[in-house]
C-alpha cells in the first residue's frame, strides 16, 4: 500500500516556473515506477511524465519535453516535476500516480494522490 501526497501547486506567471512534490509512504516506494498526470476542466486526465523506479528512465509528454523534468529521491520517498517556461494551458489539477511500470496510460498506476491545483495566469 502506498499514499501519496502531492505539494507545490500555486499560481504562477506565463514563463514561470514550479517544482511539485509527491511524498509518498511506506517502504516499497522505491519498487513503484511514478508518474504525473494532469487535468483541466472538462477534460480527460493527461499524462505527463514518468520514471522507472531506479530513476535511471524518464518519459514525457510531447507537449512538455524540454519543459518539465521528472525526477526521484527514494532515500526521501519523494517524486519531483520541475516546470519551466510555464504556459496558460498548463493550468490544471496535477496527480502524482505509482505503479508497476513506467508508461503513460494511467490505467497502469494502482495508487494516485488527491492532486494540487497550479494554475497560470497573468
Known amino acids: 500500500q502506498v499514499q501519496l501526497v502531492e505539494s507545490g501547486g500555486g499560481l504562477v506567471r506565463p514563463g514561470g516556473s514550479l517544482r511539485l512534490s509527491c511524498a509518498a509512504s511506506?517502504?516499497?516506494?522505491?519498487?513503484?515506477?511514478m508518474a504525473w498526470f494532469r487535468q483541466a476542466p472538462g477534460k480527460e486526465r493527461e499524462f505527463q511524465a514518468a520514471?522507472?523506479?531506479?530513476?535511471?528512465?524518464?518519459t514525457y509528454a510531447n507537449s512538455v519535453r524540454g519543459r518539465f523534468a521528472i525526477s526521484r529521491d527514494n532515500a526521501k520517498n519523494t517524486v519531483y516535476l520541475q516546470m519551466n517556461a510555464l504556459k496558460p494551458e498548463d493550468t490544471a489539477v496535477y496527480y502524482c500516480?505509482?505503479?508497476?511500470?513506467?508508461?503513460?496510460?494511467?490505467?497502469?498506476?494502482?495508487?494516485w494522490g488527491q492532486g494540487t491545483q497550479v494554475t497560470v495566469s497573468s
Open positions: 500516480a505509482a505503479g508497476p511500470t513506467a508508461q503513460k496510460s494511467w490505467g497502469g498506476y494502482n495508487y
Open positions: 511506506g517502504r516499497t516506494f522505491s519498487s513503484y515506477a
Open positions: 520514471i522507472t523506479w531506479s530513476g535511471t528512465i524518464t
